[in-house]
């Protein structure tokens, strides 16, 4: 991949450092001229798209080697399938990991949405000799939390989700898993502030459910609302409503047409088959919508954008340390990656803004990797950011 001379020095110096702190030591070498090269393709949010990302091997001749090579990699993937969401992201950094490092890629797939169908296709993916099964999303937590201590040769790597109970009771991470938690708010952010800067005051926001990733997706957008309006001399009123359901339906959609109808210029979703419903009231209604969680932008017209969790640069980054030395210090741990890992973005490939321009996304996204913008995690209803630009309405 090229490298855009414009790509802004203090982006650099945040893009190297960043991927020194996400993988092992070593790995790309860091502080040499090789690891600048590979963090710089693996972080520059100008060039890098999470659907065509593929990790490059290191040059330096020094990098830890490969092990295992040839080995299986096993992607589960939840009964909705892998077409959209972080499933397909994540299978893809499967997928582009196997075929970049010598490795096989297997997918599986829970035949129902139960946690005993989703246990039953990750035993199958472990018992298959896979030396990695990779999965996403709170719903495959409480099956790696029953099975992950019965094979404590295979490696699992569980993204968005924590191990645990089916009664929330109990958390555990065998010292075979590490669980990837991503910055739903640093992608929230984005998206809000994205929205205000293009002009819009009017915004709303539908989760599924009030889940604290849900929750973080939604308090970010409200803080880079916040932020923009702000820096804009704005006043933003911001509707807020949890539905409870994944469900796309027709109440689920005479309620965004109204809040189209009552002047909410774009609306944000999060969750399930919400994204329909939105949008055949967006089309009704001359509204705008902003999908989070995973990149729906090129596949209407309405949707102005998407708050992004980069699944498949993460899982190749992750692949490649676990290949080099299995999990090391991160073993049974959690570890939440940012935008200091490439972790979260607006796409590039379809820009749909006038007014935002993505010289203007460069330097917020700079600032973000950096640590100069600041976004905290707020995870529960109760507890939100001190927004006096922004009036939020809670509608549950």
């Not at 999060?270 to 939105?278: E, I, N, V, W």
Request: net charge negative; aromatic share 8%; charged share 15%.
């Amino acid at each position: 991949m090229r490298f855009r001379r414009s790509l802004s020095r203090r982006l650099r110096r945040a893009a190297a450092a960043a991927l020194c702190a996400v993988l092992p030591l070593g790995l790309f070498g860091c502080g040499t001229a090789a690891s600048s090269e590979a963090a710089q393709q693996a972080l520059d949010p100008v060039d890098m798209e999470d659907a065509s990302f593929v990790l490059s091997a290191p040059t330096d001749p020094e990098a830890a080697t490969l092990q295992n090579v040839g080995a299986t990699i096993a992607f589960v993937a939840d009964a909705a399938g892998l077409e959209t969401g972080l499933d397909a992201s994540v299978w893809r950094g499967v997928q582009n990991f196997a075929a970049t490092f010598g490795y096989t890629a297997q997918s599986y797939q829970a035949e129902a949405d139960t946690d005993e169908a989703r246990e039953t296709a990750l035993r199958s993916a472990a018992e298959s000799g896979a030396a990695v099964v990779v999965c996403s999303g709170q719903e495959m937590a409480v099956a790696v939390h029953a099975i992950q201590g019965n094979y404590p040769t295979v490696g699992y790597l569980l993204l968005e989700g924590e191990p645990h109970s089916a009664d929330y009771t109990s958390y555990e991470t065998a010292s075979n898993t590490h669980c990837v938690l991503f910055s739903e708010e640093q992608a929230g952010y984005l998206a809000g502030y994205a929205a205000v800067m293009e002009g819009y005051t009017a915004l709303g926001f539908v989760g599924a459910d009030s889940m604290p990733e849900t929750v973080r997706y939604c308090t970010g957008m409200i803080q880079g609302a916040e932020a923009a309006a702000e820096q804009e001399g704005e006043q933003v009123r911001f509707e807020v409503w949890y539905v409870g359901s994944p469900d796309a339906g027709d109440a689920v959609t005479a309620r965004m047409g109204s809040w189209y109808t009552d002047g909410v210029q774009a609306i944000a979703v999060c969750g399930g088959q919400l994204l329909d419903s939105c949008l055949t009231a967006a089309q009704d209604n001359g509204g705008r919508v902003i999908n989070l969680g995973w990149d729906a932008t090129a596949q209407n017209d309405a949707v102005l954008t998407s708050g992004v969790l980069n699944g498949s640069v993460i899982t190749q980054q992750q692949l490649y340390a676990y290949f080099t030395g299995g999990w090391g210090e991160n073993a049974g741990k959690t570890q939440t990656v940012t935008a200091s890992e490439a972790a979260v973005s607006l796409p590039m490939s379809v820009w749909k803004f006038q007014n935002f321009s993505r010289e203007a996304y460069r330097q917020l996204y700079g600032d973000l990797a950096e640590g100069v913008v600041r976004v905290e995690r707020y995870s529960d209803t109760a507890t939100l950011p001190e927004t006096p630009n922004v009036a939020v309405d809670i509608e549950n």
